[in-house]
């Protein structure tokens, strides 16, 4: 006994020098942490509140340690983060399933501006987030007490995530003692909590979560709550705008991509359960059976928490149908017999959906957004894509159409575009049914099957391309490396803001290459005033095609590193940015700069580029600034080989690749007919069958069809020997003019650097903050929060 309370006691000191510790140096290390969640769990603590927060959600240490925390029937309540207004922000451990995660309103009902926004990013980017925050509360101009005495004013999510972790003590000190231990656990608290949230008129799901904590709703749910399994959202209803948004800005159609909706699986029954069976749809009247939906599910549910991803398409036998589809996924969740229980524990959850179904809109209107290739921190250093923010040395937003491409992609719906996402490589869509495929800001590297399949789609599919790059240069990498002390290791990008030599690996067949200088500064097209930010340059393009050029600062050459980019001793010299060119049947557009369409730290925006450029690329409409006679090149752009920008030699890529070293395979997020298939040869794995009504409708190559790629051609690319004249591949298309040597990708080998990263306990108003890769309070993006 004696040995237990020397114990408690050197746990309460050493949680007392955490505090101190932070509050003189504001870093923090995962080792405190781990201390610290040891003492909550020795004093058998019921409500556990954590004001902070970062990125790092593979922080293997901290996360299992959090499991164990929840596992032992200790309510975790985490502010989401500080990084609002932009999406897929949310901070580690606020993005945990088993954690309730709080964001933070005024007293208006409006969501905080500071306050982060979802999705949850650990699926992505090859998969799709999770609603979070699961609730909001008051965090703007609270009222709290200072340090010294009296009072002051605080705001920020670390203020909210407190009010939540109060009104779950309110809810556990009404809960009659004997029935706590039966009722009250992590699952069963949050469903009480996003059961009972009063919805706020506005604001999408990805920023309010349920909505705004509601202590009586609450309260009822708990006074006559019986053990219990649920799903949360527990509906999905496309004519609920804008709650339900992004779902409810784009309609299913039949031969698109399937639409992925992740939801949480809730255990209130015991802390780990099982799903007895697969999940079932059932439509409420004939029109659903139109509905193909596939799962992906939590076989073993624990700590409390699972998922479930509905990956729903429409059968061919809908390509013309246009209305509503309604009905329920059921599933069905046991965990084992509670103490004193002789039977498992059963439970039904339902999730009820509610469908837009429009016909298969043209070819021309539909746009295929690249998500295979993104890479994003963590797991290794992804340095951000504009060198002039230096507060924030990580690109950690998840580079997805609803995180941080979400401003764009409303404005691409506006215009009347679909947009459809594709997570697995480019052998595994149908070049027939899009006009255009988009690549902005990739980081990964290509399957060579790839590389060959994009050109035959371009040249003999007419397949459109749109590129926007980023910045890439060796020599300033090197010198945004830091020493984690966290780690006890220096950390050094894995790559540029984008992979262009990967890139120019893609686009050899056509002719064109970026190169490595880093270029800033404004330029104006036809009126339109944009900034150019850490882009690109483009060294490499055949004659015939339309090349613009901007007096641009090159900060590369100046040894500018991410704490000071421009000198006054830097001059401007012209350089070209923005390429388009007809390549066989389709069309390429390139530009080396994809911060403008990036809201994370975008100057100005160049939405009226882009929609050009698909004007281009998907119906080859030609604005005639674009493509004036005065940007027109007579002559190719052209350097050497050795001029263009080499990969590292100091990185091992495969370690956050879903390329180097790994198999080429269709994932789960393309079509049904080709999941786990290389893509090649494609042949629908029998029709589904006729609806009363609705006869099968041979869609063709226009819509649905699928292509037999065997009669397609895929001729192996030339590469140029020495001694060759320089022709090859591209000369069938551009005669004499196009003499640019095709490549083929390479995949390189270095060595890896496995993070670590810091989180501080705190039980109250703390202020924490993440210097380089430390955790900070309540944000993982630089910023203060006043607290």
Not at 358 to 370: A, C, G, M
Not at 424 to 448: K, M, R
Not at 590 to 610: P, R
Not at 690 to 701: E, N, S, W
Request: glycine fraction near 8%.
């Amino acid at each position: 006994m004696q040995s237990v309370l020397v114990l408690l006691q050197i746990q309460r000191f050493m949680l007392f020098v955490c505090l101190l510790m932070h509050s003189l140096l504001q870093v923090s290390y995962t080792s405190w942490f781990l201390d610290a969640f040891n003492y909550a769990m020795a004093t058998n603590m019921d409500v556990l509140n954590l004001s902070i927060g970062g990125p790092d959600y593979l922080d293997l240490p901290f996360v299992e340690k959090v499991w164990e925390i929840t596992a032992n029937n200790i309510i975790m309540v985490s502010a989401i983060g500080n990084d609002g207004p932009l999406y897929g922000t949310l901070n580690n451990p606020a993005d945990q399933s088993d954690v309730i995660g709080v964001g933070g309103i005024d007293y208006n009902d409006h969501i905080a501006s500071f306050s982060s926004r979802g999705m949850s990013t650990w699926e992505i980017p090859h998969g799709y987030g999770r609603i979070k925050p699961d609730v909001v509360a008051y965090g703007r101009e609270i009222m709290g007490s200072k340090i010294s005495t009296g009072c002051k004013s605080l705001s920020g999510t670390s203020v909210a995530s407190p009010v939540v972790a109060g009104v779950v003590c309110l809810l556990v000190s009404v809960i009659p003692e004997s029935r706590q231990k039966d009722i009250l656990n992590p699952a069963s608290m949050k469903q009480a909590l996003v059961e009972g949230a009063a919805k706020l008129s506005g604001p999408n799901m990805y920023e309010q979560g349920a909505g705004r904590v509601d202590l009586l709703e609450s309260f009822e749910i708990l006074k006559n709550y019986q053990p219990r399994a649920s799903i949360f959202p527990g509906v999905l209803d496309y004519t609920d705008c804008p709650y339900s948004w992004p779902f409810c800005r784009q309609p299913l159609y039949a031969g698109a991509m399937p639409v992925i909706f992740n939801a949480t699986i809730l255990n209130g029954m015991g802390v780990i359960g099982y799903v007895e069976s697969p999940p079932t749809w059932h439509p409420s009247n004939e029109e659903g059976n139109l509905l193909s939906i596939h799962f992906t599910y939590s076989e073993v549910i624990w700590p409390w928490t699972g998922y479930l991803a509905l990956h729903m398409q429409i059968k061919e036998e809908g390509s013309q149908f246009f209305g509503e589809i309604d009905g329920n996924v059921t599933l069905q969740v046991y965990s084992p017999p509670a103490l004193g229980e002789n039977r498992p524990r059963i439970s039904t959850c339902v999730l009820h959906l509610k469908l837009k179904v429009v016909p298969t809109p043209e070819r021309s209107k539909r746009v295929l957004w690249d998500q295979f290739h993104s890479i994003k921190y963590p797991p290794g250093y992804i340095p951000r894509d504009s060198l002039d923010v230096r507060n924030d040395i990580l690109d950690w937003h998840g580079d997805h159409l609803h995180t941080n491409f979400h401003i764009m992609f409303n404005m691409l719906r506006d215009a009347g575009y679909f947009v459809e996402t594709l997570g697995s490589p480019l052998t595994c869509f149908d070049a027939h049914q899009y006009g255009t495929l988009l690549l902005v800001d990739l980081e990964d590297e290509y399957f060579e099957e790839e590389i060959e399949k994009l050109r035959d789609d371009v040249i003999s599919t007419g397949l459109g391309l749109a590129v926007f790059a980023e910045w890439y240069n060796v020599e300033t990498m090197v010198k945004m490396r830091f020493f984690d002390d966290n780690t006890r290791s220096w950390w050094t990008p894995v790559t540029g803001g984008a992979n262009i030599p990967a890139l120019n690996d893609l686009l050899a067949p056509f002719g064109i290459a970026f190169g490595d200088k880093i270029l800033n500064g404004d330029f104006s097209i036809d009126g339109e005033q944009s900034r150019y930010a850490s882009g690109t340059d483009i060294v490499r393009f055949p004659a015939g095609g339309f090349v613009h050029s901007f007096p641009f600062l090159d900060s590369s050459e100046s040894g500018a590193t991410q704490n000071v980019l421009l000198t006054s001793g830097m001059t401007k010299a012209d350089s070209p940015i923005l390429g388009l060119l007809g390549v066989g049947d389709g069309r390429v557009a390139v530009y080396g700069d994809s911060n403008c369409l990036d809201s994370s730290h975008m100057v100005t925006n160049c939405y009226w580029l882009l929609r050009k450029i698909l004007d281009y690329t998907s119906r080859n409409i030609r604005d005639p600034v674009l493509f004036s006679d005065s940007v027109k090149r007579d002559t190719r752009l052209h350097v050497e080989d050795n001029q263009l920008p080499l990969r590292r030699t100091d990185v091992n890529f495969s370690t956050y690749s879903a390329v180097v070293g790994k198999e080429l395979i269709c994932r789960s997020d393309s079509r049904y007919e080709i999941w786990g298939t290389k893509g090649y040869n494609l042949q629908v794995r029998g029709r589904n069958r006729k609806l009363p009504g609705y006869p099968l409708i041979d869609l063709g190559r226009g819509l649905n069809s699928t292509v037999d790629s065997s009669n397609l051609r895929h001729p192996k690319l030339p590469v140029k020997n020495k001694g060759d004249s320089g022709k090859g591949y591209l000369d069938l298309i551009y005669g004499d003019e196009a003499e640019a040597p095709v490549t083929i990708a390479s995949h390189w080998l270095v060595p890896a650097v496995v993070s670590v990263t810091g989180l501080l306990l705190f039980l109250s108003f703390w202020r924490i903050r993440q210097k380089r890769r430390r955790r900070r309070k309540g944000s993982g993006s630089g910023r203060f929060t006043n607290l």
